[in-house]
């Protein structure tokens, strides 16, 4: 069974910074491209950033160049560095793997203008 626990989000000001980190078990986690989502109060969960097995990195346009995905394989995590943080990224952060469809409980990240 899948287990995915977000942990790292807070309450920062904007331009502040944070990191995620996202602890995986119950799947092999190096086989598995890994996913960092977001969903806002009324909005739907979109995918923020995505890592490929081989290490490759993909961004939604709203967090290039100011959010990075990264992976350590040999401890089943996966994390997300938040930089220049913005109002607007305001939402529960979750990661899960491909196309997976249980989601741990996220962690809230709350940036104030």
């Known amino acids: 069974q899948v287990q995915l626990v977000e942990s790292g989000g807070g309450l920062v000001q904007a331009g502040g910074s944070l990191r995620l980190s996202c602890a995986a078990s119950?799947?092999?986690?190096?086989?598995?491209?890994m996913g960092w989502y977001r969903q806002a109060p009324g909005k739907q969960r979109e995918l923020v950033a995505r890592?490929?097995?081989?290490?490759?990195?993909n961004y939604a346009d709203s967090v290039k160049a100011r959010f990075t995905i990264s992976r350590d394989n040999a401890k089943n995590m996966v994390y997300l560095r938040m930089n220049s943080l913005k109002p607007e990224d305001t939402a529960v952060y979750y990661c899960?793997?491909?196309?997976?469809?249980?989601w741990g409980q996220g962690t809230q990240v709350t940036v104030s203008s």
């Open positions: 119950g799947i092999i986690f190096s086989r598995n491209g």
């Open positions: 890592i490929t097995t081989s290490g490759s990195t």
């Open positions: 899960n793997k491909d196309g997976g469809l249980s």
